[in-house]
């Protein structure tokens, strides 16, 4: 059994689209794409290595996969190039309809019940990087087992968000964090059961709080 690991930049606002440059992804007239770009310092680029340097395997949406096939195999001599060249791709996708990429998989048709035939195999972490559509996919079906979060001081007001709607309510553990010397929260947590309510409401329902109960009824 293996885990599905999500790598993840965000804004402050919850926006995951195109952190790397405009080109990435300007889907919905995006204009901010490469908000992360002047945030990287060494603390960073530090946690990115100590990432690397573990077995894995990768598990993308179409969009992601095609941003990455074009960009790392023409990078030489580059520790992420040459791991991301080498290890295996498991591609999702019911409209890719070749791989170019070395060591790509196709990944497509009823999705869900073959990732998790995946996950139930013996292997390295499955590591999802960028690929929002999948994400939103892997969090309805409860697939994720730990979700590697990089929040960047800044908001973009709108885009494609880590969690979109349909998401699962549910609990998380925070597990660990960092603070990189730009203000980029780097944080690390794992699913820990449904999400748990309460109430801190007064004990003895004063009146005020009874006529703003019932405003609310007939507002919604």
């Keep these: 059994m ?7 930049f965000v804004t402050l606002d919850g926006v995951m689209q195109a952190p790397g440059g405009p080109e990435e992804d ?8 490469g ?5 990287w310092d060494d603390l960073m680029g530090q946690v990115m290595d100590d990432s690397m340097k573990k077995p894995f395997e990768l598990l993308l949406g179409r969009k992601t996969y095609e941003i990455f096939a074009a ?9 992420v ?11 999702v996708s019911n409209t890719a309809k070749k791989l170019n990429w070395d ?7 009823d999705v869900v019940p073959k990732i998790k035939k995946l996950k139930e195999e013996n292997g390295p972490e499955l590591q999802v990087h960028g690929s929002s559509n999948l994400i939103q996919t892997l969090v309805r079906n409860n697939l994720i087992d730990e979700f590697r979060v990089w929040t960047f001081p800044v908001t973009v007001g709108n885009g494609k968000r880590l969690f979109g709607e349909g998401s699962v309510a549910s609990n998380l553990k925070l597990v660990d964090s960092k603070v990189s010397g730009t203000g980029v929260i780097i944080a690390v947590y794992k699913p820990d059961g449904e999400l748990k309510t309460g109430s801190f409401a007064l004990e003895n329902v004063t009146e005020a709080e009874l006529e703003r109960r019932k405003r609310l009824t007939f507002e919604n």
């Design 103 to 109: 060591n790509s998989i196709l990944i497509n048709g």
């Design 71 to 79: 960009h790392w195999p023409f990078i030489e001599n580059d520790p």
């Design 2 to 8: 293996r885990e599905i690991i999500v790598n993840t």
């Design 35 to 39: 908000w992360s770009f002047n945030y």
């Design 81 to 91: 190039a040459d791991k991301f060249n080498s290890i295996k791709k498991h591609v």
């Design 26 to 33: 300007p889907a919905g007239g995006f204009k901010y794409g």
